[in-house]
């Protein structure tokens, strides 16, 4: 897609919009989300932009429909024989940890989940931002609603037995609310209650037979992940 210089410097005034207003700590992944957008004003700012950057909204959620279309007809290919790899089937094991981590993020003790992170993944997230926020005496009040949509965006499998190290990106949409607390006294010292549409992607790396939470990144990469072509083994015989 080429864009104007008008059109590049609207999308780099979007960019740097969302990456200077007032930020929260947010929920799985110590990821960033926006406060700006929840006020009057944010959200009057936020349905003109979307009316002058319609046509490149447009064009990410295309890309990211067609990958997703692709990424499911490989799956589909695979689960003739690995009925794991069938879409509907990892669509519910994924729901399954995206829930499970967001219990156990909730519960501030990520030991919880140590069966759907990798090692390194847990280690990380409970040390640098659950335990920190407990040293700085706040708490990340992170609650899960509903998750909305899961979709997958990029597919990396292996020819080793079992798939072992396989990697996919999905995009999940959800409706939940992220912020920090005092825990003395309950005021709120970063961010606004109440739930809100978020968007991320995440990564899972198939391990001994099971998908683990490997990274989360905020849902504004996903065009790029989207983009990246899949990797698919020739000897796995699946027709891209």
């Keep these: 897609m080429n864009l104007s210089k008008k059109q590049w410097l609207l999308l780099l005034t979007v960019v740097i919009i969302l990456f200077t207003i007032d930020p929260i700590y947010a929920g799985p992944g110590g990821t960033v989300a926006k406060v700006f957008f929840r006020t009057w004003w944010g959200k009057i700012i936020l349905i003109v932009l979307t009316i002058i950057l319609l046509p490149l909204i447009i064009y990410i959620k295309l890309i990211e429909y067609r990958k997703a279309v692709k990424i499911k007809k490989i799956l589909a290919q695979l689960s003739v024989q690995h009925k794991e790899l069938g879409w509907l089937h990892l669509h519910k094991e994924f729901s399954n940890i995206i829930r499970r981590v967001y219990n156990a993020w909730t519960n501030e003790d990520l030991s919880e989940v140590k069966n759907y992170m ?4 847990w280690q990380n997230q409970q040390m640098v931002f ?12 992170s609650n899960l609603k509903e998750i909305t949509k899961i979709k997958p965006i990029y597919l990396e499998l292996t020819d080793e037995p079992n798939f ?5 990106a999905i995009i999940i949409n959800l409706v939940a609310e992220d912020y920090l607390m005092d825990r003395d006294t309950k005021a709120i010292v970063k961010g606004k209650s ?8 995440w ?9 683990l939470l490997d990274d989360i990144q905020e849902g504004s990469l996903s065009l790029g992940i989207a983009k990246t072509p899949n990797v698919v083994p020739a000897a796995l015989g699946v027709t891209i």
Excluded: A, C, M, P
């Design 203 to 211: 990564f899972l790396e198939y391990t001994e037979g099971k998908w």
């Design 118 to 121: 990798n090692h390194w993944y």
């Design 194 to 201: 109440g739930y809100d549409d978020l968007e991320f992607v």
């Design 130 to 141: 659950l335990d920190q926020w407990k040293r700085e005496n706040v708490k990340n009040v």
């Design 164 to 168: 072992e190290g396989s990697r996919i």
